[in-house]
């Protein structure tokens, strides 16, 4: 495709519910990056994937957090028993992860969640 | 715990202004700095990134580096209207990895 995608760009669900998100990354993009926004705040990281693996999961913010990806394309993120807090736009981003020269992230247009 | 600072504003510059966007960063070791813009409930997209110290220039954007000093900045010149929107520094360590954000700094160009 022509850019990120993501799905569904927005979800609202119940508290205790749990929810899945998907990101389909740029053709040809190894690395896949989840990010969270909560109103009026900055991006913050959650998780990074090169090809299927994920180095990177710190920004992980409970065990009710995860991730993963298959086929070194798609990737899912699920967050269990949902709670208020959890209420942001989740954003995925894709590189090429080139190892020399600067590696530029471009981002999906988001999943926009609220937690009732 | 790496931190990049960017003042909230919000920056009110009249149309055909210079624009003048910084930031500072808190970890030495960050390598590449990125320039991102965000329209209200919009993603991000991005428009510079910067490695070296000195300027880099890109039609009316210009992105400022001085690793020295761990500050990088964003100007616009020449600003319009349509410029309007959240301006979001980032940074990272080395190849491909994690960005570190800046909460943004609100840009207002008024016709």
């Known amino acids: 495709g022509a850019g990120v995608s993501q799905s569904p760009s927005n979800k609202v669900t119940e508290k205790g519910k749990d929810v899945e998100l998907r990101c389909d990354p740029i053709s040809g993009h190894t690395a896949l990056y989840w990010y969270r926004q909560s109103l009026g705040q900055g991006l913050e990281f959650l998780i990074y994937?090169?090809?299927?693996?994920?180095?990177?999961k710190s920004g992980l913010p409970s065990d009710r957090f995860s991730a993963e990806r298959t086929g070194g394309s798609v990737s899912t993120l699920t967050i269990q028993r949902t709670q208020q807090e959890d209420s942001a736009v989740y954003l995925c981003a894709s590189s090429l992860a080139l190892v020399t020269g600067t590696d530029t992230q471009y981002f999906g247009p988001g999943t926009r969640l609220t937690v009732l | 715990q790496k931190e990049v600072e960017q003042n909230s504003g919000p920056l009110s510059v009249p149309e055909g202004a210079i624009a003048s966007l910084n930031c500072t960063y808190s970890?030495?070791?960050?390598?590449?700095f990125f320039w991102y813009r965000q329209y209200s409930g919009k993603s991000p997209e991005l428009i510079m990134f910067i490695y070296s110290n000195g300027d880099k220039e890109d039609g009316r954007f210009t992105a400022q580096l001085n690793k020295a000093s761990q500050y990088v900045s964003l100007l616009i010149r020449d600003s319009q209207p349509s410029d309007s929107a959240t301006y979001l520094c980032a940074v990272t360590d080395t190849g491909f990895q994690k960005l570190v954000f800046g909460t943004g700094t609100r840009l207002l160009v008024s016709p």
């Open positions: 994937f090169q090809g299927n693996s994920a180095p990177d």
């Open positions: 970890d030495r070791g960050s390598q590449s």
